[in-house]
Protein backbone atom coordinates (compact mmCIF):
# COMPACT_ATOMS: atom_id res chain seq x y z
CA UNK A 1 0.00 0.00 0.00
CA UNK A 2 1.42 3.82 -0.64
CA UNK A 3 2.62 4.92 2.70
CA UNK A 4 1.56 9.02 1.57
CA UNK A 5 -2.01 7.44 0.92
CA UNK A 6 -1.92 5.55 4.11
CA UNK A 7 -0.79 8.42 6.42
CA UNK A 8 -3.19 11.04 3.89
CA UNK A 9 -6.05 8.84 5.09
CA UNK A 10 -5.28 8.22 8.19
CA UNK A 11 -4.96 11.99 9.38
CA UNK A 12 -8.28 12.72 7.98
CA UNK A 13 -9.96 10.30 9.46
CA UNK A 14 -8.41 11.54 12.90
CA UNK A 15 -9.89 15.16 12.37
CA UNK A 16 -13.05 13.67 11.58
CA UNK A 17 -13.79 11.78 13.77
CA UNK A 18 -12.25 14.80 16.36
CA UNK A 19 -14.82 17.21 15.23
CA UNK A 20 -17.95 14.55 15.46
CA UNK A 21 -16.99 13.58 18.88
CA UNK A 22 -16.90 17.76 19.50
CA UNK A 23 -19.87 18.59 18.07
CA UNK A 24 -21.57 15.34 19.76
CA UNK A 25 -19.87 16.31 22.64
CA UNK A 26 -21.68 20.41 22.59
CA UNK A 27 -24.83 18.51 21.63
CA UNK A 28 -25.21 16.30 24.54
CA UNK A 29 -24.24 18.72 26.96
CA UNK A 30 -26.99 21.35 25.55
CA UNK A 31 -29.68 18.48 25.31
CA UNK A 32 -28.89 17.35 29.60
CA UNK A 33 -27.53 14.03 28.25
CA UNK A 34 -24.69 12.73 29.98
CA UNK A 35 -21.03 13.34 28.35
CA UNK A 36 -18.72 10.21 29.84
CA UNK A 37 -15.12 9.58 28.84
CA UNK A 38 -15.53 5.83 28.53
CA UNK A 39 -18.64 6.32 26.28
CA UNK A 40 -16.79 8.96 24.19
CA UNK A 41 -13.95 6.77 23.80
CA UNK A 42 -15.62 3.81 22.59
CA UNK A 43 -17.53 6.36 20.49
CA UNK A 44 -13.89 7.87 19.51
CA UNK A 45 -12.86 4.18 18.42
CA UNK A 46 -16.24 3.00 16.44
CA UNK A 47 -16.31 6.77 14.26
CA UNK A 48 -12.47 6.26 13.88
CA UNK A 49 -12.69 2.34 12.56
CA UNK A 50 -15.72 3.63 9.80
CA UNK A 51 -14.08 6.34 8.92
CA UNK A 52 -10.77 5.16 8.01
CA UNK A 53 -11.86 1.52 6.69
CA UNK A 54 -14.37 3.51 4.20
CA UNK A 55 -11.12 5.78 3.31
CA UNK A 56 -8.75 3.36 2.88
CA UNK A 57 -10.54 0.78 1.07
CA UNK A 58 -12.84 2.83 -0.98
CA UNK A 59 -11.43 6.23 -1.10
CA UNK A 60 -12.95 9.37 -0.46
CA UNK A 61 -15.86 11.55 -1.66
CA UNK A 62 -19.52 12.43 -0.94
CA UNK A 63 -21.21 8.48 -1.61
CA UNK A 64 -18.10 7.44 0.83
CA UNK A 65 -18.97 10.34 3.22
CA UNK A 66 -22.32 9.45 3.36
CA UNK A 67 -21.71 5.61 3.85
CA UNK A 68 -19.10 6.18 6.75
CA UNK A 69 -21.64 9.00 8.32
CA UNK A 70 -23.98 6.12 8.67
CA UNK A 71 -22.49 2.93 9.20
CA UNK A 72 -20.43 4.27 12.38
CA UNK A 73 -23.69 5.81 14.60
CA UNK A 74 -25.79 2.52 13.43
CA UNK A 75 -22.99 0.31 14.69
CA UNK A 76 -22.69 2.87 17.49
CA UNK A 77 -26.30 1.85 18.90
CA UNK A 78 -25.60 -1.57 18.07
CA UNK A 79 -22.98 -1.66 20.79
CA UNK A 80 -24.94 0.46 23.36
CA UNK A 81 -27.42 -2.38 22.94
CA UNK A 82 -25.57 -4.84 23.21
CA UNK A 83 -23.32 -3.63 26.17
CA UNK A 84 -23.50 -4.23 30.15
CA UNK A 85 -24.08 -0.44 31.42
CA UNK A 86 -21.50 0.78 33.34
CA UNK A 87 -23.13 4.10 34.21
CA UNK A 88 -25.92 3.82 36.47
CA UNK A 89 -28.75 4.33 34.12
CA UNK A 90 -31.03 5.32 36.74
CA UNK A 91 -28.77 8.86 37.70
CA UNK A 92 -27.56 9.15 34.35
CA UNK A 93 -29.80 9.69 30.99
CA UNK A 94 -27.42 8.35 28.21
CA UNK A 95 -28.12 8.16 23.95
CA UNK A 96 -28.91 5.01 24.00
CA UNK A 97 -31.70 5.46 22.36
CA UNK A 98 -32.82 4.54 18.29
CA UNK A 99 -33.64 7.98 17.82
CA UNK A 100 -29.78 9.28 18.85
CA UNK A 101 -28.71 7.64 15.11
CA UNK A 102 -30.43 10.92 13.48
CA UNK A 103 -27.81 13.72 15.31
CA UNK A 104 -25.28 11.47 15.35
CA UNK A 105 -25.21 11.01 11.53
CA UNK A 106 -26.17 14.27 10.81
CA UNK A 107 -23.17 15.11 12.63
CA UNK A 108 -20.62 12.68 11.08
CA UNK A 109 -21.92 14.09 7.86
CA UNK A 110 -20.99 17.89 8.64
CA UNK A 111 -17.67 16.90 9.90
CA UNK A 112 -16.95 15.01 6.82
CA UNK A 113 -18.20 18.34 4.74
CA UNK A 114 -16.37 20.39 7.24
CA UNK A 115 -12.98 18.92 6.42
CA UNK A 116 -13.60 17.74 2.87
CA UNK A 117 -14.52 21.34 1.72
CA UNK A 118 -12.96 23.87 3.95
CA UNK A 119 -9.22 22.23 4.29
CA UNK A 120 -9.14 19.86 1.73
CA UNK A 121 -10.44 21.82 -1.02
CA UNK A 122 -11.27 25.05 -1.01
CA UNK A 123 -15.27 25.33 -2.61
CA UNK A 124 -15.80 29.19 -0.72
CA UNK A 125 -14.39 33.07 -0.73
CA UNK A 126 -12.04 33.63 1.84
CA UNK A 127 -13.92 34.62 4.58
CA UNK A 128 -16.27 31.91 4.69
CA UNK A 129 -13.37 29.75 4.05
CA UNK A 130 -11.35 31.46 7.07
CA UNK A 131 -14.63 31.50 9.69
CA UNK A 132 -14.90 27.77 8.78
CA UNK A 133 -11.23 26.52 9.38
CA UNK A 134 -11.78 29.13 12.35
CA UNK A 135 -14.79 26.64 13.45
CA UNK A 136 -12.92 23.49 12.94
CA UNK A 137 -10.18 24.51 15.27
CA UNK A 138 -12.26 25.75 17.75
CA UNK A 139 -14.36 22.32 17.47
CA UNK A 140 -10.61 20.38 17.95
CA UNK A 141 -9.51 22.46 20.90
CA UNK A 142 -12.82 22.05 22.85
CA UNK A 143 -12.35 18.18 22.58
CA UNK A 144 -9.01 17.89 22.94
CA UNK A 145 -10.18 20.38 26.37
CA UNK A 146 -13.11 18.25 27.40
CA UNK A 147 -11.05 14.80 27.30
CA UNK A 148 -8.36 16.53 29.02
CA UNK A 149 -10.72 17.78 31.53
CA UNK A 150 -12.19 14.36 32.04
CA UNK A 151 -9.19 12.21 32.19
CA UNK A 152 -8.09 14.40 34.95
CA UNK A 153 -10.82 13.86 36.83
CA UNK A 154 -10.63 10.04 36.10
CA UNK A 155 -7.40 9.96 37.61
CA UNK A 156 -7.96 11.94 40.42
CA UNK A 157 -11.06 10.00 41.19
CA UNK A 158 -9.69 6.33 40.76
CA UNK A 159 -11.80 5.88 37.44
CA UNK A 160 -14.96 6.59 39.12
CA UNK A 161 -17.59 6.97 36.48
CA UNK A 162 -20.02 9.38 37.97
CA UNK A 163 -17.91 11.91 39.07
CA UNK A 164 -16.73 11.70 35.51
CA UNK A 165 -20.16 12.06 34.15
CA UNK A 166 -20.55 15.47 36.36
CA UNK A 167 -17.39 17.03 35.06
CA UNK A 168 -18.56 18.88 32.20
CA UNK A 169 -21.91 21.21 31.92
CA UNK A 170 -23.28 23.32 29.16
CA UNK A 171 -22.54 26.60 30.87
CA UNK A 172 -18.33 25.49 30.74
CA UNK A 173 -19.04 24.69 27.01
CA UNK A 174 -20.40 27.85 25.96
CA UNK A 175 -17.83 29.66 27.56
CA UNK A 176 -15.33 27.91 26.18
CA UNK A 177 -16.87 27.67 22.67
CA UNK A 178 -18.21 31.28 21.84
CA UNK A 179 -14.38 32.97 22.21
CA UNK A 180 -12.29 30.42 20.62
CA UNK A 181 -14.72 30.27 17.89
CA UNK A 182 -14.34 34.50 17.40
CA UNK A 183 -11.15 34.81 18.25
CA UNK A 184 -9.98 31.96 15.85
CA UNK A 185 -12.08 33.38 12.90
CA UNK A 186 -10.83 36.63 13.61
CA UNK A 187 -6.97 35.02 13.32
CA UNK A 188 -7.63 33.42 10.07
CA UNK A 189 -9.30 36.28 8.55
CA UNK A 190 -6.79 38.82 9.71
CA UNK A 191 -3.29 36.88 10.32
CA UNK A 192 -1.34 35.44 7.29
CA UNK A 193 1.89 34.11 9.39
CA UNK A 194 2.48 32.46 12.57
CA UNK A 195 -0.97 31.49 12.86
CA UNK A 196 -0.39 28.07 14.60
CA UNK A 197 1.33 30.07 17.61
CA UNK A 198 -1.38 32.52 17.89
CA UNK A 199 -3.73 30.61 18.20
CA UNK A 200 -2.10 27.97 20.45
CA UNK A 201 -1.57 31.36 22.71
CA UNK A 202 -5.10 32.38 22.63
CA UNK A 203 -6.33 29.08 23.55
CA UNK A 204 -4.29 29.13 26.75
CA UNK A 205 -5.15 32.70 27.32
CA UNK A 206 -9.10 31.78 27.15
CA UNK A 207 -8.70 28.41 29.59
CA UNK A 208 -6.92 30.52 31.81
CA UNK A 209 -9.30 33.08 32.28
CA UNK A 210 -12.28 30.46 32.59
CA UNK A 211 -10.25 28.11 34.46
CA UNK A 212 -7.76 29.85 36.60
CA UNK A 213 -5.31 26.50 35.95
CA UNK A 214 -1.80 27.02 34.79
CA UNK A 215 -1.25 23.43 33.66
CA UNK A 216 -4.58 23.13 32.20
CA UNK A 217 -3.76 26.59 30.13
CA UNK A 218 -0.28 25.40 28.82
CA UNK A 219 -2.26 21.48 28.00
CA UNK A 220 -4.50 23.38 26.13
CA UNK A 221 -1.56 25.74 24.22
CA UNK A 222 0.13 22.63 22.90
CA UNK A 223 -3.16 20.71 21.85
CA UNK A 224 -4.31 23.68 20.03
CA UNK A 225 -0.80 23.61 18.46
CA UNK A 226 -1.29 20.37 17.60
CA UNK A 227 -4.68 20.57 16.13
CA UNK A 228 -3.45 23.43 13.74
CA UNK A 229 -0.60 21.27 12.72
CA UNK A 230 -2.50 18.25 11.69
CA UNK A 231 -5.04 20.64 9.72
CA UNK A 232 -2.15 22.10 7.99
CA UNK A 233 -1.04 18.09 7.14
CA UNK A 234 -4.31 17.52 6.14
CA UNK A 235 -4.40 20.30 3.74
CA UNK A 236 -1.36 19.15 2.12
CA UNK A 237 -1.53 15.66 1.60
CA UNK B 1 -13.93 -14.32 -4.44
CA UNK B 2 -11.56 -13.16 -1.97
CA UNK B 3 -13.57 -10.52 -0.75
CA UNK B 4 -16.24 -12.44 -0.68
CA UNK B 5 -14.81 -14.64 2.21
CA UNK B 6 -13.01 -11.85 4.36
CA UNK B 7 -17.02 -10.47 4.55
CA UNK B 8 -18.11 -13.83 5.61
CA UNK B 9 -15.76 -14.08 8.37
CA UNK B 10 -15.99 -10.59 9.50
CA UNK B 11 -19.66 -11.00 9.17
CA UNK B 12 -19.85 -14.10 10.78
CA UNK B 13 -16.99 -12.47 14.19
CA UNK B 14 -19.38 -9.58 14.08
CA UNK B 15 -22.50 -10.96 14.67
CA UNK B 16 -21.69 -13.62 16.73
CA UNK B 17 -19.81 -11.19 19.07
CA UNK B 18 -22.34 -8.13 18.89
CA UNK B 19 -26.02 -10.15 18.83
CA UNK B 20 -25.39 -13.60 20.67
CA UNK B 21 -25.87 -13.37 24.53
CA UNK B 22 -23.19 -13.07 26.94
CA UNK B 23 -23.95 -16.86 28.55
CA UNK B 24 -24.26 -18.73 24.95
CA UNK B 25 -20.67 -17.75 24.13
CA UNK B 26 -18.94 -18.33 27.68
CA UNK B 27 -20.61 -21.74 27.17
CA UNK B 28 -19.27 -22.03 23.36
CA UNK B 29 -15.93 -21.75 24.68
CA UNK B 30 -14.91 -18.49 22.50
CA UNK B 31 -15.53 -15.78 25.65
CA UNK B 32 -12.36 -14.11 25.30
CA UNK B 33 -11.70 -10.73 27.06
CA UNK B 34 -15.02 -9.22 28.87
CA UNK B 35 -18.46 -9.31 27.78
CA UNK B 36 -18.07 -5.34 26.47
CA UNK B 37 -14.94 -5.91 25.19
CA UNK B 38 -16.28 -8.57 22.87
CA UNK B 39 -19.00 -6.09 21.58
CA UNK B 40 -16.45 -3.62 20.69
CA UNK B 41 -14.53 -6.44 18.44
CA UNK B 42 -17.96 -7.16 17.37
CA UNK B 43 -18.80 -3.93 15.99
CA UNK B 44 -15.33 -3.36 14.37
CA UNK B 45 -15.74 -6.58 12.37
CA UNK B 46 -19.11 -5.53 11.41
CA UNK B 47 -17.73 -2.33 10.13
CA UNK B 48 -14.99 -4.01 8.00
CA UNK B 49 -18.12 -6.71 6.82
CA UNK B 50 -20.18 -3.54 6.11
CA UNK B 51 -16.99 -1.24 4.32
CA UNK B 52 -15.99 -4.44 2.25
CA UNK B 53 -19.75 -5.18 1.29
CA UNK B 54 -19.65 -1.38 0.24
CA UNK B 55 -16.68 -1.37 -1.57
CA UNK B 56 -17.71 -4.64 -3.94
CA UNK B 57 -21.03 -2.87 -4.69
CA UNK B 58 -19.45 0.20 -5.40
CA UNK B 59 -17.15 -1.28 -7.61
CA UNK B 60 -19.75 -3.32 -9.25
CA UNK B 61 -22.78 -0.90 -9.49
CA UNK B 62 -20.57 2.37 -9.87
CA UNK B 63 -22.26 4.37 -7.54
CA UNK B 64 -22.17 8.06 -7.33
CA UNK B 65 -23.92 10.81 -5.88
Known amino acids: MDKKRFVS ?87 DQ ?53 SVVSVQTGRDAEAIARTLDHVYALKLFIPL ?36 AILLIILTFISYLLLKKVRKS | MKNYILILIFAIIGIIYTFVPNETIISLGIGILRHNDRVLIGSISLIIAAVLIFRSLRKKLDLKV
Open chain 1, 9 to 95: VLLFSIVITILMNSLDMLFHLFEGTTVHLDYVAIKIALIFASIFLTSLLVGLGKSEGIFASILGPVVFFLYYRYTFPTLNRQLFRID
Open chain 1, 181 to 216: LILFSLLFILMKRYRSFAAAILAGVVVFIIDKDIIH
Open chain 1, 98 to 150: LWYVIPHVIFFMLSYWLVFDFIKNKKYNKIIQNVGRGLILTLMSVAFDFIYRM
